[in-house]
């Protein structure tokens, strides 16, 4: 209808599932849907993928450690249909202070890439990014090294170098104070 939606995002208290309950921009009553992931998902995070499908609709996803395989995954949830799932990306457990990104097409086909960002069981922190296309795989792993006074930032800008795609910013303080930053693209 042209008017944005809107929906909140939590985890149900009585079965311990992450949920997405949405709502119509236009009117405040009844519900458009309730989207539901995994209940052993735990540490989760909510993102919205740009669409997949070519139906307008963005798509819905939800980030955590999965207790039950024992890894970090990110499930996206079709936009229209909220019982399909688009696709999963998974990451072993080898991990600590974890999170997930969104972070725009880095590969030029249509499909945005997401990451994992965290501190990897050597002491260095890596972005581990996965490619769109789910089949495919890991598209590029950054070792950030260990010389970081707490868990750097990172923030998605423009194209600054003029390839067609997203640069990523990481920033943040050296162990002897310093302040940082790394531009990965």
């Not at 949830?77 to 909220?82: A, E, L, M, N, T």
């Not at 249509?110 to 789910?134: H, M, P, Q, R, T």
């Not at 890991?138 to 170098?161: A, F, M, Q, R, T």
């Amino acid at each position: 209808d042209g008017i944005d939606d809107w929906g909140m995002f939590g985890t149900r208290k009585e079965d311990n599932k992450p949920q997405v309950f949405t709502k119509n921009g236009a009117t405040t009553a009844g519900t458009l849907g309730i989207y539901t992931w995994a209940e052993d998902l735990e540490g989760t995070s909510f993102h919205i993928i740009p669409d997949l499908t070519a139906d307008t609709v963005n798509e819905l996803a939800v980030g955590g450690f999965r207790t039950t395989t024992g890894r970090f995954q990110l499930t996206v949830r079709d936009g229209v249909s909220r019982s399909t799932t688009l696709a999963n990306y998974g990451w072993p457990s080898n991990w600590t202070d974890v999170s997930f990104e969104v972070v725009g097409d880095l590969t030029n086909d249509g499909i945005s890439e997401v990451l994992l960002f965290g501190l990897k069981s050597n002491g260095n922190y890596e972005l581990n990014i996965k490619d769109g296309d789910a089949t495919k795989g890991v598209y590029s792993s950054v070792n950030l090294g260990s010389d970081w006074s707490e868990k750097p930032s990172i923030e998605v800008i423009g194209d600054i170098d003029f390839d067609g795609t997203p640069t990523i910013v990481v920033y943040g303080k050296t162990k002897s104070g310093d302040s940082t930053y790394r531009l990965v693209d």
